[in-house]
């Protein structure tokens, strides 16, 4: 009878707490204010052409490290030096139960010639809006608001960031980049947005789009697979889950002294402010049951016959002879099976984590391995490596 009704209390409990979640995301939507979005983006162009490295820049930069202050976070600059370049980038954090992370990104420099409203203007403006919002509420996982710069470079800004975050074992959960979100041309381009996620990312374009139909948000999601468009792409050399979020219609004025206000579209740059909104705060306070990683081989590290030799400026590992891959677990309920991937292709099985795993395929340059971890949930994880193996292949094991 007591087991009964404790059954019954917690089925009673249980409405009362996914409700909950639901009417805060609901309650935090209703705040995103198209006014206000257009004042960020406004403020973001009158500072005129801002690429990195320049005053302007640094007063952009200035202006956000404030902005993210004055909303209670906790604001550092992340300086940085890339490719004859330098710059910094800035982060803003609220702290959540754990220090698993979310991050949501854009970049703030732009294009030299270009005072940069909609590149990346608007993805900035989604970030204060949804930061001023979203820092009065608590969530089970800490949230990172970070603008680049050097995107425009190449990702300079980002790549360095990333490696740091890989060097120091950070678990990031996934990033969420917007990167020029406000222009639309047609009724179609009104109500689509482009994603860009490789599959590891998927998940959190299935998110994406579940939060769109929930909170009718009034976007529908165009998919892409991935490629290197933006900064999403640094996460994904190391290893992490990361999403690229861009309008539909072409914008013309993209990179020229005319990407400007006049050219903003705020019904649509609102609609995707609070996709971006749902999308964060439901990943915040998602519980994970399977989640995976590579502890082996290292991204940025040069192995001979199995043994780490030494570190290198790159953003894969570099393999002479067989890989030896070590994966982990950083979430593990109920493990069915692992199964390793090279190039796409299955190899073969494991049944508990954390394994290890041998590649017997001869192979030559860059190639890719996976590990799919399969329980009630499924979880992959990818990385790039330059190998160089002439040992004959083995059989499979
Ligand atoms: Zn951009």
Redesign the pocket.
């Known amino acids: 009878m007591r087991k009964f009704l404790v059954f019954a209390i917690i089925i009673a409990i249980i409405p009362f707490y996914s409700n909950a979640k639901e009417d805060k995301i609901s309650e935090m939507l209703s705040q995103v204010d198209g006014k206000i979005l257009y004042g960020y983006v406004e403020t973001i162009q009158n500072f005129g052409e801002h690429p990195t490295g320049s005053e302007a820049c640094e007063k952009v930069g200035e202006f956000l490290f404030n902005e993210f202050k004055s909303f209670g976070l906790n604001v550092e600059y992340f300086e940085w030096k890339n490719g004859g370049y330098e710059g910094k980038n800035i982060i803003a954090t609220l702290p959540g139960e754990d220090n698993s992370t979310v991050i949501i990104s854009a970049?703030y420099d732009s294009y030299p010639t270009s005072p940069g409203a909609d590149?990346?203007g608007s993805g900035i403006a989604c970030l204060l809006m949804i930061a001023k919002i979203i820092s009065n509420y608590e969530f089970k996982h800490t949230i990172k608001f970070v603008a680049f710069s050097g995107?425009e470079q190449g990702m300079l800004g980002s790549q360095v960031y990333v490696k740091y975050l890989y060097e120091n074992g950070e678990d990031v959960i996934a990033d969420i980049n917007v990167?020029?979100v406000a222009h639309t041309e047609s009724k179609e381009g009104g109500e689509l947005i482009r994603v860009l996620s490789d599959e590891a990312s998927l998940w959190i374009t299935d998110i994406a789009e579940e939060m769109s139909y929930k909170y009718d948000i009034g976007l529908s999601l165009f998919r892409h697979g991935n490629f290197p468009a933006?900064d999403h792409q640094s996460f994904i050399d190391y290893g992490y889950e990361a999403v690229f979020f861009v309008e539909y219609d072409f914008n013309t004025n993209m990179h020229t002294p005319n990407d400007t206000v006049e050219h903003i579209n705020i019904t649509y740059l609102k609609k995707v402010c609070r996709l971006m909104l749902a999308t964060l705060a439901n990943i915040a306070d998602k519980e994970f049951h399977m989640r995976i990683r590579f502890a082996e081989p290292k991204i940025g590290s040069v192995y001979i016959n199995n043994r780490e030799i030494f570190k290198i400026n790159k953003n894969e590992a570099i393999v002479i002879g067989r890989i030896n891959a070590l994966v982990v677990p950083l979430e593990n309920e109920e493990l069915r099976r692992v199964e390793f991937y090279f190039d796409g292709k299955l190899k073969g099985f494991k049944y508990e984590l954390p394994c290890e795993y041998e590649y017997r395929d001869r192979a030559f340059f860059k190639h890719e391995i996976k590990a799919v971890a399969i329980g009630n949930e499924r979880d992959i994880c990818r990385m790039n490596v330059f190998v160089m193996n002439f040992l004959p292949p083995g059989p499979p094991h």
Do not use: L, R
């Open positions: 970049h590149d990346d995107e990167d020029t933006g």
